[in-house]
């Protein structure tokens, strides 16, 4: 019987003592998205990027030029030149298409693996940054996704800050 009751009485009181440590517990948000976006880091990783990676791009902005100069002139002058030179620059046009194509894809290859290089060393950073904060700040938990924050928890703004100071 006095099992009983203890057991009651400990049902009784768990969720009021629950609701009462909750209610003291600090949560954070952070936007992951915005950070990647905003971040001096982020920022800087997509510059070094773009400088990287803009030889490459005009290259293959000048095949596509030179793919659609021969299309226009076979399109042009494709009646009025020898069977033979039509063949051979229809060949020609094929050929600039598969290289262009080859090159463009390894292209996106190349680029996202070194984004992803990038962007993975920029998530470290936000990472230990948020990390920080956290124990700084004494955050019992903090998050970055959600399907909805207030904004009263988001502590993004503190992150970039804190990521560009250093």
Partial sequence: MN?????????????????????????????????????????????????????????????????????????REGVTISESDRRNKERDLANLNRDFQRAQREFREDLNLRRNEELGSVHDRARKTIMEIAEKE?????????????????ITDRVLKALSEK
Avoid: C, W
């Fill in 3 to 75: 099992k009983i009751i203890a057991v009651l009485i400990a049902a009784i009181l768990l969720p009021i003592a629950a609701g009462a440590s909750a209610a003291e517990m600090k949560i954070g948000f952070v936007n992951t998205e915005r950070v990647f976006r905003e971040a001096a880091p982020a920022m800087k990783a997509q510059k070094k990027l773009e400088k990287e990676f803009a030889a490459r791009e005009q290259e293959l902005q000048k095949m596509a030029k030179q793919a659609k100069e021969l299309q226009a002139h076979l399109e």
């Fill in 138 to 154: 004494k955050f019992d938990l903090v998050l970055e996704e959600a399907v909805y924050f207030s904004p009263r928890i988001d």
